[in-house]
């Protein structure tokens, strides 16, 4: 059988710090590539595709070659959990971006080969393929990105993604990363689509974590306001800052 390559940017074993799985070990596999340009992005490394990619461990990190076939990624990240007590089948692997979407097929063949969850962590920029291989993945995260935080508009792939969420009766988490420059209107423009199509949608507002060249995050007044214009439409929605800065981890 002749297995699809991929472009990863690293793999790394850690403890999920942010949305609904927040706390869990889980394991990361980063993917090479990404069209967008956030402000607050983290991992500037990863909008382009590399010869190599990096897979951190106890031990140190290793460099391997690019592109990876899938049977070969699912091998490496079970010999991260050699040393630890617990087995595949029990933990959850998250294929994060860069934008996994940009190389979905080789993301699916990954998602089918691993024993254990598969989270499917997007941007939602893509909504014609995000419909066409969303029901693959156990957890969907989606963002909600704002026109304060990166060049461009992605409000239309956003509904789509979340009409194909109401289509496919998936269960996905929404996650709005929100700054000091973030208006009252662009999460409002949020919460109104969430309640025509998919209210019962667990909405994360994630303040940003700082980088050197994105805006502040908000203040705690401004969350509160924004929070409850949720609460009062009847949406789940909850404030959740990242945590893996606070522990210290990937
Ligand atoms: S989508 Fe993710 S990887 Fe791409 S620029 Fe935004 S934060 Fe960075």
Same mark, same amino acid.
């Given at each position: ?12 074993? /850690? ?41 951190? /461990? ?47 097929? %080789? ?23 995000? /419909?066409?291989? +969303? ?19 992605? %409000? ?15 269960? +996905? ?46 203040? /705690? ?30």
């Amino acid at each position: 059988m002749i297995m699809l390559k991929g472009h990863l940017d690293e793999i790394f074993f /850690s403890i999920q710090g942010e949305g609904g799985e927040i706390g869990l070990p889980h394991l990361f596999c980063r993917f090479g590539g990404c069209p967008l340009r956030c402000i607050y992005c983290d991992t500037p490394r990863s909008w382009n595709r590399r010869e190599q990619f990096e897979c951190h /461990s106890a031990d140190g990190t290793l460099l391997i070659d690019n592109p990876i076939a899938a049977d070969s990624v699912v091998n490496i990240l079970e010999d991260l959990l050699a040393d630890y007590p617990v087995s595949a089948e029990k933990v959850c692997l998250s294929l994060t971006g860069g934008e996994v979407l940009e190389q979905a097929e %080789f993301a699916v063949e990954i998602a089918k080969l691993w024993p254990g969850d598969v989270m499917l962590e997007t941007s939602g920029s893509n909504a014609k393929v995000f /419909s066409e291989v +969303a029901s693959e993945f156990d957890v969907i995260s989606l963002d909600w990105k704002t026109p304060s935080l990166m060049s461009g508009e992605l %409000f239309a792939e956003h509904q789509q993604c979340l009409e194909a969420v109401a289509q496919q009766k998936l269960v +996905a988490q929404l996650k709005m990363v929100l700054s000091c420059q973030t208006t009252a209107a662009e999460v409002l423009e949020m919460y109104d689509f969430v309640a025509q199509t998919v209210p019962a949608t667990q909405i994360y507002l994630q303040p940003l974590t700082k980088v050197p060249l994105s805006p502040d995050p908000p203040s /705690s007044e401004q969350m509160l306001k924004w929070l409850t214009m949720g609460i009062a439409r009847q949406l789940n929605v909850r404030v959740l800052p990242q945590v893996h800065p606070l522990l210290n981890a990937r």
